[in-house]
């Protein structure tokens, strides 16, 4: 009941406090914040971003939920605590229910500001702006007004100029990750404002397709690094972000399903491209353990990534996960992957068995193993 009561306190005195406004790096800040920082900035509200994940992060989180609570849930709680701890009052925990047309996120993501304010007992001003497409007025501008009415901005001009910066930057980041760019580089670019196209012309042996959310492939203490990992290794790595909408719609189009899930294109819409390119020399897809629209999804992955031949490795993750099996799985799949492009190039040479049994394409990762 106290608690309830600072909390109002908060929310009334809002309008009175510096526009600050604090995002937890976790969950959609992968997918939304150069939207969101062209947005707040323009109209003048400063962000305070909580700190890189780490193992604090991951175990304070936890200790606040469910055991059975999706990794990623854990990393967000914590993200939170992270922001009190600094100082931030005022946090931006959306409540991103339907992303289009009957097109939804999965519970957890949807009631995301109930839970947080139900674990989270220190005090702090929840912003919980509701994006929901499949009920009337509830879309794009309705969200972000909401979002920033606390801070007394209720002009709509002023909201859709804004809007308008959000996109700018948001359309940056996306053009440059498209080129091939790594992600946080094209995010720190988009976040200076500047669009710079560089294009990879190193040539790798082994090329494979990452699939998985945005919180779990870039933040790179959940996924431990594992894009940094996959070059180490010689692998070219490409994901949902190098893919324009139409070839992720065709890629879940490819797997016999609607689009029902919102954060679908990172899973079914990525896989069912990469599956079908002949580039792409296998698959590896990293999810939550206990997640349920995951393994809905990773088993159509899993059924069509037979019928293609193709190599797929599954790496599930929650806080107990340790790096030396997760590197292990990884250098086996990526073994694998160039003991069979060896036997594919082998193959097509026109030598004899013996000489094919000595032959070594160039590929440095196994040569110096
Ligand atoms: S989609 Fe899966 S991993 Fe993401 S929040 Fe929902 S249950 Fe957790």
Same mark, same amino acid.
């Given at each position: 009941?106290?608690?309830?009561?600072?909390?109002?306190?908060?929310?009334?005195?809002?309008?009175?406090?510096?526009?600050?406004?604090?995002?937890? +790096?976790?969950?959609?800040?992968?997918?939304?914040?150069?939207?969101?920082?062209?947005?707040?900035?323009?109209?003048?509200?400063?962000?305070?971003?909580?700190?890189?994940?780490?193992?604090?992060?991951?175990?304070?989180?936890?200790?606040?939920?469910?055991?059975?609570?999706?990794?990623?849930?854990?990393?967000?709680?914590?993200?939170?605590?992270?922001?009190?701890?600094?100082?931030?009052?005022?946090?931006?925990?959306?409540?991103?229910?339907?992303?289009?047309?009957?097109?939804?996120?999965?519970?957890?993501?949807?009631?995301?500001?109930?839970?947080?304010?139900?674990?989270?007992?220190?005090?702090?001003?929840?912003?919980?702006?509701?994006?929901?497409?499949?009920?009337?007025?509830?879309?794009?501008?309705?969200?972000?007004?909401?979002?920033?009415?606390? &801070?007394?901005?209720?002009?709509?001009?002023?909201?859709?100029?804004?809007?308008?910066?959000?996109?700018?930057?948001?359309?940056?980041?996306?053009?440059?990750?498209?080129?091939?760019?790594?992600?946080?580089?094209?995010?720190?670019?988009?976040?200076?404002?500047?669009?710079?196209?560089?294009?990879?012309?190193?040539?790798?042996?082994?090329?494979?397709?990452?699939?998985?959310?945005?919180?779990?492939?870039?933040?790179?203490?959940?996924?431990?690094?594992?894009?940094?990992?996959?070059?180490?290794?010689?692998?070219?790595?490409?994901?949902?972000?190098?893919?324009?909408?139409?070839?992720?719609?065709?890629?879940?189009?490819?797997?016999?399903?609607? %689009?029902?899930?919102?954060?679908?294109?990172?899973?079914?819409?990525?896989?069912?491209?990469?599956?079908?390119?002949?580039?792409?020399?296998?698959?590896?897809?990293?999810?939550?353990?206990?997640?349920?629209?995951?393994?809905?999804?990773?088993? +159509?992955?899993? +059924?069509?990534?037979?019928? &293609?031949? %193709?190599?797929?490795?599954?790496?599930?993750?929650?806080?107990?996960?340790?790096?030396?099996?997760?590197?292990?799985?990884?250098?086996?799949?990526?073994?694998?992957?160039? +003991?069979?492009?060896?036997?594919?190039?082998?193959?097509?040479?026109?030598?004899?068995?013996?000489?094919?049994?000595?032959?070594?394409?160039?590929?440095?990762?196994?040569?110096?193993?």
């Amino acid at each position: 009941m106290y608690i309830v009561e600072i909390r109002d306190k908060i929310m009334t005195n809002l309008k009175d406090t510096e526009k600050v406004i604090g995002i937890p +790096r976790a969950m959609s800040f992968y997918n939304n914040y150069p939207f969101y920082y062209g947005f707040f900035n323009e109209l003048g509200i400063k962000i305070v971003l909580s700190d890189v994940t780490t193992k604090q992060t991951m175990s304070e989180g936890s200790a606040l939920v469910v055991t059975e609570t999706c990794l990623p849930i854990k990393v967000y709680v914590g993200h939170v605590l992270n922001l009190i701890k600094k100082g931030v009052k005022n946090i931006f925990v959306p409540s991103l229910q339907s992303i289009d047309n009957k097109i939804y996120n999965c519970s957890k993501i949807r009631g995301l500001p109930d839970l947080i304010k139900n674990v989270v007992k220190e005090p702090c001003n929840i912003i919980e702006a509701t994006l929901d497409k499949s009920e009337k007025n509830q879309g794009l501008y309705e969200f972000l007004a909401e979002a920033v009415k606390p &801070f007394g901005i209720t002009d709509k001009k002023l909201i859709k100029k804004a809007s308008k910066s959000g996109w700018r930057c948001y359309n940056n980041f996306h053009i440059m990750s498209k080129s091939g760019m790594p992600y946080s580089k094209a995010l720190s670019y988009a976040l200076q404002g500047k669009v710079v196209i560089s294009a990879d012309v190193k040539e790798h042996p082994i090329t494979i397709g990452l699939i998985g959310h945005g919180y779990n492939i870039y933040d790179e203490r959940v996924c431990m690094k594992i894009t940094d990992k996959l070059e180490k290794m010689d692998v070219k790595v490409c994901t949902a972000l190098q893919l324009s909408a139409e070839q992720l719609q065709e890629g879940i189009s490819s797997l016999g399903n609607d %689009k029902y899930w919102a954060n679908e294109d990172e899973m079914t819409g990525c896989a069912g491209h990469y599956l079908k390119d002949n580039k792409i020399d296998g698959i590896i897809s990293i999810t939550a353990f206990g997640c349920g629209p995951d393994s809905l999804m990773l088993e +159509r992955i899993t +059924r069509k990534a037979k019928q &293609f031949n %193709k190599p797929l490795l599954n790496l599930t993750i929650d806080e107990q996960t340790g790096e030396a099996g997760f590197v292990t799985r990884l250098e086996a799949f990526v073994d694998m992957l160039f +003991r069979k492009k060896r036997a594919e190039i082998v193959n097509k040479l026109n030598i004899n068995t013996e000489e094919k049994q000595k032959y070594i394409p160039n590929t440095e990762y196994i040569e110096t193993k």
